[in-house]
C-alpha cells in the first residue's frame, strides 16, 4: 500500500492561526478490508469552515480533534476496491481529509459518490458543483426568495460561494450585485461572472462610504442579502436594505481569527422588518440533488465560470488555507494533490 501524507491539527490557535498549529507527517496506508476502497485524492479543498473548527468552542460541528488528519472535503479516484460498489477509475467526492489517500468504507452512508466528469470538470465537485455551490443555492432559493427584477447583493462575491449565488440570482431575472476586495476581483465579477455591479470594499474606510457606493450600485434599494463576510460590509448593506428585507446569513469570515465584529445598527432589523436567517448547508441534504443539477447545468453550460486558486502539493496546504482566511485566495481555494 502507498505511503501516505497527511496533515494533522498539531494544537488549537490562541487567536489567529498559524503554520505551527499543523504538523506534517507520512503513514503507510492500512491494507483493504472487505467493503473498503482505496481513494487517491487530486484534489482537497480549503474552506472557512476549517478554522471555526480549529477551536475547542461550542459550534454547529464537533471541533477538529488535535492530533487527527485535518478534515476536508475531496475529490480523487478509486485505485482499488473490495466491494461491487466502486470500481478502480471510479471519479469519486468524499470527506477524504487533508492527506494524499482515504480507506473509505463503501456503506458508510453518504461517505462517498460517484461523478461523472464529461462535462464538469472534477475540481469542481468541491466548488461550484459542490458545498459552495449549493450553499449559494439554498441561501438564495430557500431564504431569499427573490423575484425577477429584484436586487440581490452578495459579499465575497468572486469566491466559491459567491460566485455560484451570482449565476443563480441571474438565472431568477434578478440584478446582482457583488461586493469584492480589490479591481481586479471586481473585474472578475461584473466581466467574467455577469453581476451586474461590483463594489470594492478595499476603497472605503467606513460603513457610510461603502454604503454610498452600493446605493448607485443599487438604485432600487437591496431585497437582498447574501452575507459572507460581517463586520464593516455587512452594516454598509444593512443601510441599504428596503422594508421587508431579506438576509441568508451564510458566514461571517471577517471574524473567524477571533477578531471581534460587532454590527453596528441592529435596530434596522426592526425598523426595516428585516428577516435575518443563519442556515447550514449540511443540514439541508434533501435540497443537494435539486440544487447540484441547476448548478452542473449552469457550469456545463458556461453561464457559471468558476475561478480557482490551486496550491501545488499536501505541504502547501497550512500557507494556502491561512492565506484564504486572509482573501488571498481568487476563486475557489484548492490544493492539487498528483
Ligand atoms: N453556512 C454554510 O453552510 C456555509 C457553507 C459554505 C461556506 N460558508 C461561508 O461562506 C463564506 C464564503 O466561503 P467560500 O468558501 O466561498 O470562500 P471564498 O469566498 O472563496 O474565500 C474567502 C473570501 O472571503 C473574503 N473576505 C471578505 N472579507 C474578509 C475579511 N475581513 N477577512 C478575510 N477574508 C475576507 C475574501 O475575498 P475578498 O478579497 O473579496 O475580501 C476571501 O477571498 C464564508 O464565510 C464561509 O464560512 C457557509
Given at each position: 500500500m502507498?505511503?501516505?501524507k497527511?496533515?494533522?491539527?498539531?494544537?488549537r490557535?490562541?487567536a489567529e492561526a498559524?503554520?505551527?498549529?499543523?504538523?506534517?507527517v507520512?503513514?503507510?496506508t492500512?491494507a483493504?478490508?472487505?467493503?473498503e476502497v482505496l481513494v487517491r485524492?487530486h484534489?482537497?479543498?480549503l474552506d472557512p469552515?476549517?478554522?471555526?473548527?480549529m477551536?475547542?468552542?461550542?459550534?454547529?460541528?464537533a471541533?477538529?480533534?488535535?492530533?487527527?488528519?485535518?478534515q476536508g472535503g475531496t475529490?480523487?479516484?478509486?485505485v482499488e476496491?473490495r466491494?461491487?460498489k466502486?470500481?478502480?477509475?471510479?471519479?469519486v467526492?468524499?470527506?477524504?481529509?487533508w492527506?494524499?489517500y482515504?480507506?473509505?468504507?463503501?456503506d458508510?452512508?453518504g461517505a462517498?459518490r460517484?461523478?461523472?466528469?464529461t462535462?464538469v470538470?472534477l475540481s469542481h465537485?468541491?466548488?461550484?458543483?459542490?458545498?459552495?455551490g449549493?450553499?449559494a443555492?439554498?441561501g438564495?432559493v430557500?431564504?431569499i426568495?427573490p423575484?425577477?427584477?429584484?436586487?440581490v447583493?452578495?459579499s465575497a462575491a468572486s469566491?466559491?460561494?459567491g460566485?455560484?449565488?451570482?449565476?443563480?440570482?441571474?438565472a431568477?431575472?434578478?440584478r446582482?450585485v457583488?461586493i469584492?476586495?480589490?479591481p481586479?476581483k471586481?473585474r472578475?465579477?461584473t466581466e467574467e461572472l455577469?453581476f451586474?455591479a461590483c463594489?470594492?470594499?478595499?476603497q472605503?474606510?467606513?460603513?457610510?462610504?461603502l454604503?454610498?457606493?452600493?446605493?448607485e450600485?443599487?438604485?432600487?434599494g437591496?431585497?437582498?442579502?447574501?452575507e459572507?463576510?460581517?463586520?464593516?460590509v455587512?452594516d454598509?448593506?444593512?443601510?441599504?436594505?428596503n422594508?421587508?428585507?431579506?438576509?441568508?446569513?451564510?458566514?461571517?469570515?471577517?471574524?473567524?481569527?477571533g477578531?471581534?465584529?460587532?454590527?453596528a445598527?441592529?435596530q434596522?432589523?426592526?425598523?426595516?422588518?428585516?428577516?435575518?436567517?443563519?442556515?447550514?448547508v449540511?443540514e439541508?441534504?434533501d435540497v443537494?440533488?435539486?440544487?447540484?443539477?441547476?448548478l452542473?447545468?449552469?457550469?456545463?453550460?458556461?453561464?457559471?465560470?468558476p475561478r480557482?486558486?490551486?496550491?501545488q502539493?499536501?505541504?502547501s496546504a497550512?500557507?494556502?488555507f491561512?492565506?484564504m482566511?486572509?482573501?488571498?485566495n481568487f476563486g475557489k481555494?484548492?490544493v492539487?494533490?498528483?
Amino acid at each position: 500500500m502507498p505511503a501516505n501524507k497527511q496533515i494533522l491539527l498539531d494544537n488549537r490557535p490562541q487567536a489567529e492561526a498559524s503554520a505551527g498549529n499543523f504538523k506534517l507527517v507520512s503513514a503507510e496506508t492500512p491494507a483493504l478490508k472487505d467493503g473498503e476502497v482505496l481513494v487517491r485524492h487530486h484534489f482537497l479543498s480549503l474552506d472557512p469552515y476549517m478554522r471555526g473548527r480549529m477551536n475547542d468552542a461550542k459550534s454547529y460541528a464537533a471541533p477538529q480533534p488535535v492530533g487527527q488528519v485535518m478534515q476536508g472535503g475531496t475529490v480523487g479516484e478509486v485505485v482499488e476496491s473490495r466491494t461491487p460498489k466502486y470500481q478502480a477509475g471510479d471519479k469519486v467526492v468524499g470527506m477524504g481529509g487533508w492527506q494524499e489517500y482515504s480507506v473509505v468504507s463503501a456503506d458508510q452512508p453518504g461517505a462517498l459518490r460517484k461523478v461523472d466528469t464529461t462535462h464538469v470538470p472534477l475540481s469542481h465537485y468541491l466548488g461550484a458543483v459542490g458545498m459552495p455551490g449549493v450553499t449559494a443555492w439554498y441561501g438564495l432559493v430557500k431564504i431569499i426568495e427573490p423575484k425577477a427584477g429584484q436586487t440581490v447583493v452578495v459579499s465575497a462575491a468572486s469566491g466559491a460561494v459567491g460566485s455560484a449565488l451570482g449565476a443563480l440570482a441571474k438565472a431568477r431575472g434578478c440584478r446582482a450585485v457583488g461586493i469584492a476586495g480589490g479591481p481586479d476581483k471586481c473585474r472578475y465579477v461584473t466581466e467574467e461572472l455577469g453581476f451586474d455591479a461590483c463594489v470594492d470594499y478595499k476603497q472605503h474606510a467606513d460603513a457610510h462610504s461603502l454604503s454610498k457606493a452600493l446605493k448607485e450600485a443599487c438604485p432600487d434599494g437591496v431585497h437582498g442579502y447574501f452575507e459572507n463576510v460581517g463586520g464593516m460590509v455587512m452594516d454598509a448593506v444593512m443601510l441599504r436594505m428596503n422594508a421587508f428585507g431579506r438576509i441568508a446569513l451564510c458566514g461571517m469570515i471577517a471574524g473567524y481569527d477571533g477578531k471581534p465584529i460587532p454590527m453596528a445598527y441592529p435596530q434596522l432589523i426592526l425598523t426595516n422588518r428585516l428577516l435575518v436567517q443563519g442556515f447550514i448547508v449540511s443540514e439541508h441534504m434533501d435540497v443537494w440533488p435539486q440544487a447540484l443539477q441547476e448548478l452542473g447545468t449552469l457550469v456545463g453550460t458556461g453561464k457559471l465560470r468558476p475561478r480557482e486558486s490551486v496550491a501545488q502539493g499536501i505541504e502547501s496546504a497550512p500557507e494556502a488555507f491561512l492565506g484564504m482566511l486572509k482573501g488571498r485566495n481568487f476563486g475557489k481555494q484548492l490544493v492539487k494533490l498528483i
